[in-house]
Structures are given as C-alpha cells and as structure tokens.
C-alpha cells in the first residue's frame, strides 16, 4: 500500500519474519485440510492386503497403517492393521522391520466385512449352505451371489420393521385391531430371519488357523489384491456411499454417519426458522425505527460483544432457562401422566435450535444491520417523498436491497451453528439416538426427541470409543465431511458479499 | 430517523396509517423483545448463581471457593471440594500459550499483509484466512489430542528443532532472495513472499523432522524428555498445554489477523510516506510510525483474541486432559473452566450446589469476555476517532 516496490535494501531480518509468519499460518491450514482430506478419503479405499513372512517363519496379512522409529532400538517398526479379533484378540500387530523375511500380495487373500469382531483377513476355503460345500474359487463366486442376496433379504426385513412393525407396535395401546397386522408382518420377518440365517463360511487366517463364521454375519466380502483399479474405484464410491447413507454399528466406531447428518441439518433449519425472523427484527428495530441515540449505540455494541461471549455460556443458559425452566414447567401442566420421566424437560431437538438460534443471533443482527446501513437514505426519502408509510417504505424498497445481506448472515449462522458442539453437549445431543426426530408418527416432528449431531459425533467417537486406533478413520471422515459443509457454506457467504459490495459499493453511510 | 408524511384523511389512508402504526408497533416489539432475551443472559445467570451466597444455611465463604482444589466427585465417603482456583488457573494458562504462539504469527501476517502485499492478493487472502476461522472447533481439537499430541509425544525433539530451525531458515531465504539476479527477484516479488515461502517452509519442516533424531542424540543424549525431566524437573503429560497452545493458538489467529490488519492498513498513508519520504525504510516507517498509529487496534485485535481463547471450550476439553493441576510447565495438563462445565454440568443435580457453582463459572466466563470484548471495543472506537483527527481515511 505505501508507494511502487522499492528494494527493501537493509530492512533486516524482520520483514522476513513477518512473511514467514504468513506462511506459516497458510501452510498449518492447508496441512490439515490435507490431513482431513487424505485420512478421510483414505478410508474407502480397498488398500492391499500384504502378506509378510518373518524371520522366525511366523505370517501375518495385514495392511500397512505406519511406520515409527523403534523406542529403544536401533531400527524401525511398522503397524499392521491385522483385523481376525476373534482369532487374535487385538486387531493391531507391530513388526520390526527388520525382522521381516518377505513380502507378498496373494490375489487369493479375502476380506471380510463382519458384524461381530470387526473385519476378517486371511484364506477362503469353503462355503456351505443348507448341506451343499463349495470349494476353491467356485467359493469365492458362491460367495459373491450369495452375499448380493442376503443384502436384498435384510434390505427388505429391515424395511418391515421400520415400516410397519415399529409404527404397528406404537398403535397398538389405542388400536387392538392391529394386532392380527402386526402377526402377519412378524411371520414375514421370522421368514425372512429364516432364510437369512443357516450358511457357514469355512475360513483359514494365514498362519492356518481355521474358523467357521456364520454367514448371516458377514456384510461384504473382497479380495483387494485381486481388484483392478476401476473396481477399486468403484468399491471406493460405494464405501463413500455407505459411510452418507447408513446408520453407525458397532457402537458407532464402524458404519455411517446417516442419523447425524439428518440430526445436524434438522437442528440447523429449525435454528435458521428461529433466528431469521427474530434477528431481521431486531436489526431493523435498531437501524430503522429505535432513535439513535447513545443508547442505541450502547445497545449496538452489547450485541456485537454478543458474538464473542463463549458458546458453552449459551449452553448453560439454554440448559438452565430452555431445558430445566421451560421444559421443566410444559412437562408439569400437560405431560404430568409421564413424570418423573421427563419429556421436555429433559435436552431435546427444539431446545438445543433455540440455544443455538439465541447464539447466532447477533451473527444475522450485525450482518442484516450492515446491509440496511448500505441502503443509501435517498432510497429511504424518495419512497416516503412519493407517499410511502414507513412500513411500506422498509418493505417495499430497503429489505428487497437488504435481501443479500439478510442471506449472509443467516449463512454464516447456519456455519457457524453447524460447527457448534459444546451447547450441544449440554442441551440434548446424543451419542446415539434410536429414534430418528421424523417418522410418520403424529406429529411427524418430535421436538423433543434427542437427536445425532456430526460434530458431536467426532467428539464421542474419537474419545469414548473402546479402540480408538480402529475408529480413527471414520472420524476422519466424519471430520472431512463436517469440513466440507462449513467451508461451502462460508465460500457461499463470502461470494454473496463480494457480490453485495460490488453492488452497493462501501459503506456510506456512518 | 425520517419520519412519514401525515397521508391524507382517507379511509384508505387511514387504513394504510392504521397498519403502518401496527408494523412499527409490532417490530418495536420484536426488536426490543429479541435485545431484551439477549442481554437477560448474564441477569438469568446471575439470578441462578445468588442463592450460592444469599441462601442461609449453605452459603459459601471467598476461602471455600478459593482453596487450590476442585474435586465435586460424589465418591462415597468423599466431601467435594470446590475450590475454583484450579479453573480459573487452567483457563489462564491455556490461553496463555495459546495467545504466546498465536499473537506473534498473527500480527506478523497482518503486518506482512497490511505493509507488503498487493492489494490485490490481500483481497484474495482475506476470505482463506476466514475459512481458517470457520474451521469448527471440534475438528481442530481432534486432530489436536488424537494426531499431534502423539506425534508429539514420539517427536518431542522433532517440534524443539522445528522451532529452532522456521526462523533461521526464514533467514537464510531473506539472505539468498537479495543475493538473486534481479530477474528471478522480480519473478519472485517480496510482496508474494507469503506465498512463495510456503513450499521453502515445508522442506524446512521436513529436513528439521528428519534431522531431529541427530539433534537429539548430540544435546541431549539421544532422550530429549529424560533430560528435560532431570535437568528442568518437567515431567510430561501426552496431552499437555503445549499442544493446546498450538491448536487454539491455530483457532485464534485469522481473528487477531483480521481486525490487526484492518487496524494497519486504516492507517493514513501519508503518514508511513512522510516517514519515507524522508529517508526511512519501510521497516523503519513501520516500526517507528504506523504501528504506534495503530497500537489501540492491534491491542484490541489481541484482546478479543483473549476472549476467545478464554472461552474456547472443545479444543481445551480435547487436548487438555481436563486434569486440575497448577503448573506452568507446558508439558503438563489442566482443566478449565469452559470444559468443566461441559464435562460436568449434565450430571450435577439442578438446584444443587454444584450446578450453582457451575453456573457461577459460566457467569465469570460471560462477564470475563463481555468485558473485554467491549473494552476492546471502545479502544477500537477511540482509534477510529484518531484515524479521522489525522485527516486520512477512515
């Protein structure tokens, strides 16, 4: 800004340092956009499974996660990620590579996905259902098509009872006839049940321990060294798929993210019902009609301090007021037949979107403000001039020119709610929540339900989980994702006040 | 504000006057309602916390909330201690190192940015460090307590070394930039040196890592946390204030960039010319002229940064280990105040003297930030009156 580039002839070493501090702030954001984006992406993809022969004649199949430098040795060591907890009662193994004699990647190596223990790695040998045994690569085929129809018969089960089972079982206190419905659909899911259950894999871990698993145990099944790449791609996809569209297993350390992101975006859209309307409100009370004078001015400031008081300070008004106060007093007058168990007065989706509605209120004051400020006054006189009333006036000509800036404020809340985590903690987020806040039960929006949420879900996930190591990945991605959503919805708010101050110009007014 | 012309007595009109005199009515209202929830936050607050100290029978002493220990533990057989010196340490010392690791970059962007930079890539740059900002909380503490502290706890003499070798290697690159040909000078301007710098700082971070193990076994007799332990007598905790430091200092500096930056680059620019003009270099203009023109900004950008990291809850209760030491040793844990109450709060009994207690937390934290956040604000406010004095833009 001051003058053309002139030679920093003997400014010294702080001009430097000055720069490298710059640096040094892009280079930690890009790492760890990196770090997510790699880690999270990672995940899906079907990595090669390699077999290692060690020294000793020992063999393990595993993938590679890293490699450290030895604690107190010389050399170096390598974690492989060996799965087979039934067998081996951990799912982590480190070598020292030195030790190892061999390396090798079979195309023959499976893996398999599992309900129960985690993943399996090692040999197909056999597959048998209702007294038939195929062996060798008929196995393998067999396998395939039988896990494609296994997919389609839980599909169909879970369809059952999520559709007419659960509503049924509801219905059932007002409603007696249900009940021969409700038989009828339970015998379908018994067979079904039936036809699920019965097939037996015969596997071998690589070191020729053998095991029998239940088939209907198994989720998916692939031989990744076996894999061209666009079947990799194409797994990956799928992965992706499954990681947006299922619900979490295995005590949320495997599975998807689907109840937390429907949790997330629900909480955030009743929180942007609430705080539009209010937080437009409030801007054009003190920028259009409150007089301005000192008080006004003092109020201003109030509500820009606002947005730096700590969001757990929030939480707790929100837990003390929302939760304990209001929710305390609507379950004494009309859900009285329910104490002591509480139904809003316990964290819920509606009191958690007023907390966070309260937080990001100053965010859409301040930006709304900004945008009537931009609003030249001889907009404002020539209305009223050509007979407008007031109202008219800020309908009709300042909030239509307003509208961009409204939008910002109320994208920037929504980002900045969607990151928010602490308030949640305390008024009504939940590691896992069994029922999802929509279903097709009256009144279809359950406010007080407790609900998933994302950021929340990172938390618990990567410090409550039983084996961190194993879970890491998909916080990884859960993390990525969360990522991605606030950066789009902060470059959308950034690209509308470009586009805003290219329209209006600077501020001109104050 | 302009007030409407009185319409003429219609029926129309009065109907249009009816119902403009409604609006008003109505968005006075809401916006007086809507201001009035907002600031009955620390009323609320303060009304939940008095019967702590009103109440006859169980009202706490100033010497029961000062003593050195926190344990509201309903173990049986345990009385609970409140003392919240412990907190308020904790809280202190976190955003003490983080403010010590994040003031320094920031306001060396903000210089490097406001001072050097075309205005055109400032522009660019303004938004990258916002997203920066937008990064959630959740994530940065992440990957705080579960990739960098036990990176860290492996690679402590790696992070001594990275320290040890950014600056002097930043160095070494101002030195080798001024002995280039001009040509490559130019394609290499200093005012893209933000950028440019960022692969030159990378390799640095890389060659430091792989040399740190030599490092390490030449000073320190190959174990750096051995002998820190017997010559300083600092132990060490894997999820320490060191690491907090570093993930919250990441957290708060696009915020301390931000308004530093605004508040240097709104100085008047005859200013720093004058001092050029006659003979200063930029550095000198810089150093001598601009900064103490902006001093009041860059310490309200440094305040509010404070705010923050006081109130910084997730990054705290996620690379702290939330255990209520009073050290100064960045090596250690601690636990503050923020994260007590999200830790603690959902299981204290409502009405109960811990929850009060908890709230009386909250309540500090809110007039903590409010204070300085509005202190901040009006030093803010005196230096854009002194930007207008000095005749330049404001």
Known sequence: ?510 | MIDPLPPRDLPRHQWRRLRDRLATLLITAGGIGVVVTVMAIGVFLALEVAPLFLEAGRSLGWRELWQPRWQPGTLPGESPLFGLQPLAWGTLKAAFWALLFAVPLALGAAVHSALFMPPRLRSRLKPTLELMEAMPGVVVGFVAGLVLAPWLDRHLAGALALLICLPVGLLLAGLAWRRLPAAWRHRLPHGWAGLWLMPWLALLVVSALWLSPWLEALLFGGDLRGWLEAHAGLGYASRNALIVGLAMGFAVIPGIYALAEDALSGVPANLGEGAQALGATRWQSLWKVVLPAAAPGVLSAVMIGAGRAVGETMIVLMASGNTGLMTLSPLEGMRSMAASIAIELPEAVPGGIHYRLLFLVALVLFVFTFLVNTLAELVHARLRSRYRRLGGRS
């Open chain 1, 1 to 510: 800004m001051i003058g053309r580039a002139r030679l920093p002839r003997g400014e010294g070493v702080w001009p430097w340092l000055a720069a490298g501090s710059l640096a040094l702030s892009l280079l930690m954001l890009a790492g760890l956009l990196f770090l997510l984006a790699v880690r999270g992406m990672g995940h899906f993809w079907p990595s090669p499974l390699t077999l290692v022969t060690l020294e000793d004649g020992r063999l393990l199949a595993g993938q590679a996660v890293r490699e450290e430098r030895q604690p107190n040795a010389a050399g170096r060591e390598r974690l492989y990620l060996t799965g087979n907890r039934d067998l081996d009662g951990a799912i982590w193994r480190w070598v020292a590579v030195d030790e190892i004699a061999e390396e090798s990647r079979p195309r023959d190596l499976v893996v398999l996905e599992r309900t129960r223990w985690g993943s399996f790695q090692g040999r197909l040998l056999a597959l048998e259902e209702r007294g038939e045994r195929v062996e060798g690569e008929a196995a393998w085929a067999a396998l395939q098509a039988r896990l494609q129809e296994l997919a389609a018969l839980r599909a169909e089960r879970d369809r059952l009872r999520d559709e007419i089972v659960v509503p049924l079982v509801r219905r059932m206190e007002r409603e007696p006839l249900a009940e021969a419905e409700l038989a009828r659909a339970s015998a379908r899911i018994r067979e079904l049940q039936a036809r699920i259950a019965g097939g037996r894999l015969l596997l071998e871990s690589v070191d020729g321990r053998r095991l029998e698993q239940p088939l209907e145990q198994v989720l998916r099944a692939w031989r990744p060294n076996a894999m061209s790449p666009p079947a990799k791609v194409a797994a990956w996809g799928g992965g992706v798929w499954r990681f947006l569209a299922e619900g979490p297993r295995a005590a949320n350390s495997a599975g998807g993210v689907w109840p937390a992101i429907f949790g997330t975006v629900l909480m955030v859209l009743l929180m942007s019902v609430v705080v539009t309307p209010f937080g437009v409100l409030a801007a054009i009370y003190l920028n259009e009609i409150a007089h301005q004078g000192r008080l006004t001015h003092l109020v201003r400031i109030a509500v820009r301090n606002l947005a730096g008081v700590p969001s757990i300070v929030y939480g707790v008004f929100g837990l003390g007021v929302f939760v304990y106060g209001i929710g305390g007093s609507l379950d004494e007058w009309f859900f009285a037949d329910q104490l002591p168990s509480p139904t809003f007065g316990t964290g819920g989706l509606l009191w958690a979107s007023l907390t966070l509605a309260l937080l990001t209120l100053p965010v859409v004051i301040v930006a709304t403000e900004e945008g009537l400020a931009r609003v030249p006054d001889h907009q404002r006189e020539g209305a009223l001039a050509l007979g407008a009333t007031r109202v008219e006036m800020l309908t009709r000509v300042v909030l239509p020119m307003t509208a961009p800036a409204m939008l910002t404020g109320v994208i920037l809340a929504v980002a900045r709610a969607a990151g928010e985590v602490a308030p949640l903690m305390l008024v009504g987020v939940a590691k896992l929540a069994p029922q999802v806040p929509v279903d097709g039960d009256f009144p279809f929006l359950h406010l007080e339900r407790k609900f998933m949420h994302l950021g929340y879900h990172i938390y618990d996930v990567a410090f409550h989980g039983s084996d961190v190591q194993a879970a890491l990945p998909l916080v990884y991605a859960t993390a990525l994702l969360l990522v991605l959503v606030i950066l789009v919805l902060n470059l959308t708010a950034i690209f509308l006040r470009h586009h805003l101050r290219a329209r209006h110009g600077a501020l001109p007014r104050r």
